[in-house]
Nanobody
């Protein structure tokens, strides 16, 4: 079993910054993929950013140049640094990991609310 604990969400003004963290724990042999997704009210969940074990990253066009994803393999933790936040970034942000336990499975965090006020 794998547990994900997210933190770092909150209320911030337009142009502000937040840093999200997601720590994975449990019976983890290896983590291949770590990512952040978000879901705004009335909308589908969408990919924000991902990072694989080799460090290759991928971003949604809407956050490129403003958000940075990183990971600490020793701590099984993924981060999302969010700068120049906009009202349209308001959503619940979810961490997702692809973990070998020893079987490959996706796990989701509980979600953390990010609200950007104008």
């Amino acid at each position: 079993q794998v547990q994900l604990v997210e933190s770092g969400g909150g209320l911030v003004q337009v142009g502000g910054s937040l840093r999200l963290s997601c720590a994975a724990s449990g019976s983890i042999f290896s983590i291949k993929h770590m990512g952040w997704y978000r879901q705004a009210p009335g909308k589908q969940r969408e990919l924000v950013a991902t990072i694989i074990s080799g460090g290759l990253t991928n971003y949604a066009d809407s956050v490129k140049g403003r958000f940075t994803i990183s990971r600490d393999n020793a701590k099984n933790t993924v981060y999302l640094q969010m700068n120049s936040l906009k009202p349209e970034d308001t959503a619940v942000y979810y961490c997702n990991v692809l973990v070998y336990t020893p079987a490959w499975s996706h796990y989701w965090g509980q979600g953390t609310q990010v609200t950007v006020s104008s």
